[in-house]
């Protein structure tokens, strides 16, 4: 489906989702019921989050060009138990 945008001259501007290659040059507007000629516009392709496209790019070029890791990394630190009694249980 694709979104076609409309203007009436009365109410402001509209939008309608139609099939691909089905929008007149003129509807009637669904508030007033007045023509309404078609209003060209700039596809809408791109309408993803920037932090989400940012992270799917980032997950392709891994794919031919993963990032070379040269050590381990560190272990988080580990708290020390509030209570003595606790400090000598088996840890994992």
Known sequence: MVRYEYRCPACGPWAV???MGAADAQRTCPTCGDPSPRRWSAPQLNR???ALARERLREEASRDAPDVVTSVPRAA???APADRRQARLPRP
């Open 17 to 19: 989702a139609l099939p």
């Open 48 to 50: 993803m989050d920037p």
């Open 77 to 79: 630190r580990r708290r």
